[in-house]
């Protein structure tokens, strides 16, 4: 996971992972692909927000842990740092059953996966 230097903070995007996206498809002659992906990826990101959500007013802490760990990984395969850090926090505090967390989480999830969302469009529009 790239970080910023000197700070734990993960960036919002892993620069890398998304150029080796980039050549992996176009080598191909796939990059629409890519863009497809990239859309799906923030529908599912969206779906997986609102079944953590969901899971937490049920207070299924099981249910937050299962859709963060989704998310997480989606992310972090794309690229998105950010949401798949937040993400494991979330999946943890799930794990633990700790709902006062995961609902901390989340919001901060919210946040991230807005910032991703509109970093991701700019980049993939078409």
Same mark, same amino acid.
């Given at each position: ?14 620069? &890398? ?13 796939d990059?629409?692909e890519?863009?497809?992906?990239? *859309?799906?990826?923030?529908? $599912? ?9 969901e ?13 963060? $760990? ?5 992310? *972090? ?13 979330? &999946? ?29 469009? &700019?980049?993939?529009?078409?």
């Amino acid at each position: 996971m790239s970080a910023s230097p000197g700070s734990d903070i993960p960036t919002l995007l892993d620069e &890398e992972i998304l150029a080796n996206l980039r050549e992996d498809f176009a080598s191909t002659g796939d990059l629409d692909e890519l863009g497809a992906l990239m *859309r799906g990826f923030l529908e $599912h990101g969206a779906e997986s927000i609102a079944a953590i959500a969901e899971a937490l007013e049920r207070g299924d802490a099981e249910g937050v842990r299962t859709a963060a $760990h989704k998310l997480k990984g989606s992310s *972090r395969t794309l690229g998105a740092s950010l949401v798949g850090a937040v993400s494991a926090q979330v &999946e943890d505090a799930g794990a633990a059953g700790d709902l006062a967390t995961a609902a901390g989480g989340l919001r901060e999830l919210e946040i991230a996966f807005s910032r991703t969302r509109a970093a991701l469009t &700019e980049r993939f529009a078409t």
